[in-house]
Nanobody, 123 residues
Framework: VQLQASGGGLVQAGDSLRLSCAPS????????IGWFRQAPGKEREFVAG????????YYADSVKGRFTISRDNGKNTVYLQMNRLKPEDTAVYYC?????????????????WGQGTQVTVSS
């Protein structure tokens, strides 16, 4: 599975962005999809995830109430809607996928990764 993440950019604090993640050649609903981010000098961290099948969603505490992950099966795309962005949200954002029966929070669970898209939030 090859993943294409897009939608990043430079915005001001309080603005919104929507990131998209689309696979090539596969049906996204068969996979758990996670969004992670990595700021300079920091570990890659979990942001949000949506489980295969049931579609349960999970969020990091730092983004809960501001970010929304969703899946559009018709477009075979997963979105991360990011509202009320803060400077500390600045990072490269990655989408990742796996077809395992469980697990959403840890990078080690994911088998496929997109190339990342830069999100920069100025104060």
């Amino acid at each position: 599975v090859q993943l294409q993440a897009s939608g990043g950019g430079l915005v001001q604090a309080g603005d919104s962005l929507r990131l998209s993640c689309a696979p090539s050649g596969r049906t996204f609903s068969d996979y758990t999809i996670g969004w992670f981010r990595q700021a300079p000098g920091k570990e890659r961290e979990f942001v949000a995830g949506i489980m295969r099948s049931a579609g349960s969603v999970y969020y990091a505490d730092s983004v809960k109430g501001r970010f929304t992950i969703s899946r559009d099966n018709g477009k075979n795309t997963v979105y991360l809607q990011m509202n009320r962005l803060k400077p500390e949200d600045t990072a490269v954002y990655y989408c990742a996928a796996h077809a395992r029966s469980s697990g959403v929070f840890f990078t080690s669970r994911y088998d496929y990764w997109g190339q990342g898209t830069q999100v920069t939030v100025s104060s």
